[in-house]
């Protein structure tokens, strides 16, 4: 068993369970708490002081009351029987205590919990509150630990609550030693929904624990009397109270809600779901569930105009009116409808929960945030968000729900939401001895401390804080599910087939250590094993290792596709990696100049790294922490990997690896509704992973970047691919200001990934289908059937997606912004297909669109000596004297072009076209009296037309490969000039901004804003303009347009 079970260390994927049917599952192996990978300081400081108020809360205790049941926080009283005299303080924050590293209660478990003077008073024991809160710290202290005296304890505890279970219900007052059972007095002598609801996940996973499935039984009885009775009125939605002698739920003197009474069972409906991995035959639950979502939404969702709020009201039943009343138990809501999103396949249901969780998690801060103390009441009414009662009880869920939703958006501002709340507690609930509840937090001057500190303080509120400050791997959401006394269990593991699991045996007989009677046991019984996709997941950046970004199946007999397909990655077979020697071939100079440059990157990587690390944007000014700027994944640090291994920066490179390795998601992407650019992911994230790859040979970025890909096939449909996609929905769409036509540059620059990325898999699809294109060439076939406009060489920059043709009205034509890099793809694709007679119309596609350059929009400025590339109005053919910075990139174009030329006056042309243009181009700078570029200029006069210069690497990009074609070393002092003044004007302390008025240095000033494309090209380039011409070779590597750089194929030209 343990064979297929994973060890957790420090960079390790957590495993899941694997369940064997009447066996106790095996210790899985500690959980090694690393809280603080994956955070920036701000987040690593809220963690230290909310482990400083759990050290508080637990010094409290253990100095006055250790082993008792609570401590009073005021008083320090030692309160010894509250909950049966079981140390339910010290069990329920087990698990708290080992997640933030302060695991020092276990000896007290092994010796000294006893539970065999419980009911010898006469008392009962709460069924509910000892399952939840005993029974689930003690199975989560196991699991996390590994420590057989936690499971001892539990089954020890299981076994006594036993007879409290009859006919499909437990009896919510148990005496352990009479064995006599009741319901509580005030309840009209009937169950509860929350109770009798509420403990099927920790009876589950005492079964399988255990291997005794009589826990699971009993507990499932509830669930066969849901199923049988059905909701009320076809809700979805269940009264509170349940007749225990007729076996029905109450249908008078009742109500419906999913706060205090009813909370708990809706929650378990998801959760017992997800920890069984979801299992077929546990399908019911989540339609359970889903019904229950609907019932709320359609019976119990209301908005209080006034307040602008959503919340959700009791109904009394029968008669079904509503009460206009929220309790603050209520406010694990949006959690759970965040939580219940994960793992949804109705892309239409997600955005509807997702949506009505984020209103409500508003409604539940504002109970806090409207109060004096900054505390919540612990029930209000609407409208006016009415104190009903003001005691704020230490509770966890409205923390619990902001946990919930940061991890699955990544929006930072839960995060501060928690950490407001965290501050008021400190404030207004800390104690001598812990904290208490707040009376009156309605009145900071009337308010007061209760000598009251719930054990779930320390088990659910201060855990939910820490987690909520936490990167989302730690005790990620795919590998535990938390009771509801927030203690962690691992889940099962998703069952696949045995098949899978001998296919994938024989294919790598070294990695997985399956033992050859396991296997024998799984080909005759059919035993269904999980198999952990990640074949080795700690490897360092010296050795490659075989990574999966999620299960593959093998399949024993490969069909001939597949076997074409190996075909063709065969012929791009893995080379060796990357060396990076950038000081070979260059003088002291150079060297000095580079080491400035590396310097540069350092400077602006560690203001990332420290202030936004996994982030898509650090504020450079600031130092604010920008998490969703293109779809929250990373792109800043991902667009750097190819620019962290050039420069040699190792250690750098290998922490942002391990961040691609653990944190990494691309599943959050759509569920918030919003869309991504697929133009930016494709040459920012994708092209940064396919890059990393190459240089490395680290497959790790290779199965990312078929990840990404593959959610970014929908895209692609029609043969036609839309700028704005849901990756979730997969609703595509065009910018609604463009009229919603696409771009030139967008639809003509991905068609080198793609070409990459199918000669690294083998997969043609990325590139071309047989038979007919797709995706990235297909764009290609459109603009051969097409043809430019009036036969200029050049095309419009707007497409209609509808009618597969370009625009003839309300367009123009520009070498620079919305067409640049489809004219650069032209070219790059021929050379990165290495030159292939297949590919040669591309080549021609390019010349001919530099004589209609030369011809329609090359333009010499008599009074200033000045050569620049117009833009062209359509259908007037009217030009336009302006220029954009990002047009700059075209010098680097044509001396590129030139090299290897046959016609020779061609190549002449060429380039006396791109010594002319980069003179201009350099121009930019050095008439401003900042040494910086504007980013667009207006002819004759260079005319300051926006005097934003955006750290754009154009200009040098161009510069590098002037210098690479002609060995003039003006090219590098022109360079190093603007480096300079970059470092002079744009350097901030956290990185470098955008600098504005550069034409003005009184009124220049920094912009809060530092593009990716800053580190992955602007510094990049500037650090190879001052290499030798050997290091990334222009005749090995071609970059793409984020100068990414992909080595050619040189797999042979196709015969023709």
């Known amino acids: 068993e343990t064979s297929l079970l994973e060890y957790t260390v420090p960079g390790r994927r957590l495993p899941c369970l694997n369940i064997f049917p009447g066996k106790p599952t095996a210790a899985v192996g500690a959980f090694v708490p690393h809280p603080d990978v994956g955070v920036d300081d701000v987040q690593r400081s809220r963690m230290l002081a909310i482990r400083g108020a759990m050290q508080h809360a637990w010094s409290g205790y253990e100095t006055h009351a250790f082993g008792a049941d609570e401590v009073g926080p005021v008083s320090g009283d030692r309160k010894q029987d509250v909950w049966g005299g079981l140390g339910v303080t010290l069990v329920d924050a087990l698990d708290t205590l080992y997640i933030m590293g302060m695991a020092r209660a276990r000896d007290w478990v092994a010796t000294e919990l006893d539970f065999t003077h419980l009911g010898k008073d006469g008392d009962n024991i709460s069924v509910f509150?000892?399952?939840?809160?005993?029974?689930?710290?003690?199975?989560?202290?196991?699991?996390?630990?590994?420590?057989?005296?936690?499971?001892?304890?539990?089954?020890?505890?299981?076994?006594?609550?036993?007879?409290?279970?009859?006919?499909?219900?437990?009896?919510t007052q148990f005496n352990v030693f009479k064995q006599t059972k009741t319901m509580n007095g005030w309840t009209g002598y009937r169950g509860l929904l929350a109770d009798l609801g509420t403990l099927q996940l920790e009876l589950r996973r005492l079964s399988d624990v255990t291997g005794n499935p009589i826990y699971a039984e009993r507990g499932d009885a509830f669930?066969?009397?849901?199923?049988?009775?059905?909701?009320?009125?076809?809700?979805?939605?269940?009264?509170?109270?349940?007749?225990?002698?007729?076996?029905?739920?109450?249908?008078?003197?009742?109500?419906?809600?999913?706060?205090?009474?009813?909370?708990?069972?809706?929650?378990?409906?998801l959760k017992v779901w997800l920890y069984s991995g979801q299992?077929?035959?546990?399908?019911?639950?989540?339609?359970?569930?889903?019904?229950?979502?609907?019932?709320?939404?359609?019976?119990?969702?209301?908005?209080?105009?006034?307040?602008?709020?959503?919340?959700?009201?009791?109904?009394?039943?029968?008669?079904?009116?509503?009460?206009?009343?929220?309790?603050?138990?209520?406010?694990?809501?949006?959690?759970?409808?965040?939580?219940?999103?994960?793992?949804?396949?109705?892309?239409?249901?997600?955005?509807?929960?997702l949506d009505m969780a984020k209103k409500l998690m508003k409604t539940c801060y504002n109970l806090y945030s409207r109060q004096p103390t900054g505390l919540a009441p612990d029930i209000v009414t609407f409208p006016g968000f009415a104190v009903a009662d003001s005691r704020y009880r230490l509770r966890p869920e409205t923390v619990?729900?902001?946990?919930?939703?940061?991890?699955?958006?990544?929006?930072?501002?839960?995060?501060?939401?928690?950490?407001?709340?965290?501050?008021?507690?400190?404030?207004?609930?800390?104690?001598?001895?812990?904290?208490?509840?707040?009376?009156?937090?309605?009145?900071?001057?009337?308010?007061?401390?209760?000598?009251?500190?719930e054990s779930f303080f320390l088990a659910e509120t201060l855990k939910y804080h820490y987690l909520l400050q936490s990167a989302p791997s730690f005790v990620p959401l795919d590998k535990f599910v938390f009771n509801t006394e927030a203690h962690p269990f691992r889940t099962r593991c998703k069952l696949k087939s045995t098949n899978a699991a001998v296919e994938l045996s024989m294919q790598f007989p070294n990695r997985l250590k399956i033992p050859l009677v396991l296997v024998l046991v799984a080909l005759f019984v059919g035993l269904q094993i999980y198999i952990v996709s990640r074949l080795d997941i700690s490897p360092t950046a010296d050795r490659s290792f075989d990574a999966f970004s999620r299960p593959r199946r093998w399949k024993p007999s490969p069909s001939p596709i597949a076997v074409a397909e190996k075909s063709a990655a065969a012929n791009f077979a893995p080379r060796q990696k990357f060396i990076p020697l950038p000081h070979e071939g260059v003088g002291e100079t150079q060297i000095a100049r580079q080491d400035a440059i590396r310097r540069a990157m350092q400077h602006a990587w560690s203001g990332y790294e420290t202030r936004a690390f996994g982030a898509d944007e650090v504020a450079p000014v600031s130092g604010e922490r920008r998490q969703n700027v293109w779809g929250g994944i990373g792109v800043t640090l991902v667009d750097s990997l190819d620019t962290l291994y050039i420069m040699g920066m190792h250690d750098e490179f290998q922490r942002a690896r391990d961040w691609v390795a653990n944190e990494l998601e691309f599943s959050h992407l759509g569920r918030d509704g919003d869309t991504i650019s697929v133009f930016e992911v494709i040459i920012r994230e994708l092209g940064g992973l396919l890059s990393a790859y190459d240089l490395s040979q680290d497959n790790l970025f290779k199965a990312k970047a078929v990840e990404l890909a593959?959610?970014?096939?929908?895209?692609?449909?029609?043969?036609?691919?839309?700028?704005?996609l849901n990756v979730f929905t997969k609703r595509k769409s065009m910018n609604h200001w463009t009229h919603y036509r696409a771009f030139l540059a967008d639809v003509g620059t991905l068609q080198l990934e793609m070409r990459y990325l199918s000669d690294i898999t083998g997969n043609s699809e990325y590139a071309e289908k047989v038979g007919s294109p797709s995706i990235g060439d297909a764009f290609y076939d459109v603009i051969q059937r097409e043809g430019s406009y009036e036969h200029t060489g050049l095309f419009p920059v707007h497409f209609e997606p509808d009618s597969g043709t370009f625009s003839r009205s309300d367009t123009f034509v520009t070498i620079g912004a919305l067409g640049d890099s489809f004219y650069e793809y032209l070219l790059k694709v021929w050379l990165y297909s290495g030159k292939r007679a297949d590919d040669l119309f591309l080549r021609q596609l390019y010349d001919d669109a530099v004589a209609g350059m030369e011809k329609h929009l090359y333009v010499h400025s008599v009074p200033d000596d000045a050569y620049f590339l117009q833009e062209l109005r359509i259908p007037q053919m009217e030009g336009t004297p302006q220029q954009d910075h990002l047009l700059c990139f075209v010098p680097g174009m044509l001396a590129l072009g030139s090299v290897g030329e046959p016609n020779a006056t061609k190549a002449a042309v060429h380039l006396d076209m791109a010594t002319k243009l980069m003179h201009t181009c350099v121009s930019y700078y050095t008439r401003q009296p900042t040494g910086l570029a504007p980013d667009l200029m207006h002819f004759p006069g260079f005319d300051v037309l926006n005097s934003i210069y955006k750290l754009r690497p154009e200009t040098v990009e161009s510069l590098m490969y002037m210098?690479?074609?002609?060995?003039?070393?003006i090219y590098r002092e022109w360079g190093w000039a603007m480096f300079e003044a970059i470092e002079k004007h744009a350097k901030t302390t956290f990185g470098y901004g955008a600098v504005r008025n550069v034409h003005n240095l009184t009124d220049a000033f920094i912009e809060d804003k530092m593009e990716s494309f800053f580190l992955a090209e602007t510094l990049k380039y500037h650090y190879l303009l001052q290499s030798a011409p050997s290091f990334v070779p222009l005749d090995q590597y071609v970059f793409n347009t984020e100068a990414h750089p992909l080595r050619m194929n040189r797999s042979p030209a196709t015969t023709n």
């Open 129 to 171: 509150e000892i399952t939840i809160r005993e029974l689930g710290g003690l199975l989560s202290a196991y699991d996390l630990s590994g420590d057989d005296a936690f499971r001892a304890r539990a089954v020890e505890l299981g076994d006594l609550l036993l007879p409290a279970f009859a006919n499909g219900i437990f009896y």
């Open 223 to 269: 669930y066969d009397i849901v199923q049988r009775e059905g909701s009320y009125e076809h809700t979805g939605l269940f009264p509170v109270h349940f007749e225990v002698e007729s076996g029905t739920f109450s249908t008078s003197n009742s109500l419906i809600t999913i706060g205090a009474l009813g909370d708990s069972f809706y929650e378990y409906l």
């Open 279 to 353: 299992r077929q035959s546990d399908a019911f639950l989540r339609d359970l569930y889903n019904d229950a979502v609907q019932g709320i939404e359609t019976s119990l969702l209301r908005y209080s105009k006034p307040d602008d709020a959503y919340y959700l009201q009791e109904v009394t039943i029968p008669g079904f009116s509503g009460q206009p009343k929220q309790d603050h138990l209520l406010c694990f809501v949006p959690g759970m409808l965040a939580l219940g999103t994960l793992t949804d396949t109705d892309p239409a249901r997600v955005v509807k929960h």
């Open 400 to 453: 619990e729900s902001l946990m919930y939703l940061y991890r699955v958006t990544k929006d930072p501002m839960y995060q501060d939401w928690g950490w407001q709340i965290f501050k008021a507690i400190e404030k207004h609930a800390k104690t001598s001895f812990g904290y208490g509840a707040v009376l009156n937090v309605d009145s900071a001057a009337a308010a007061h401390v209760e000598d009251k500190m």
């Open 710 to 724: 593959d959610l970014l096939l929908p895209a692609y449909e029609d043969q036609v691919f839309y700028t704005k």
């Open 963 to 969: 210098y690479r074609v002609t060995h003039d070393p």
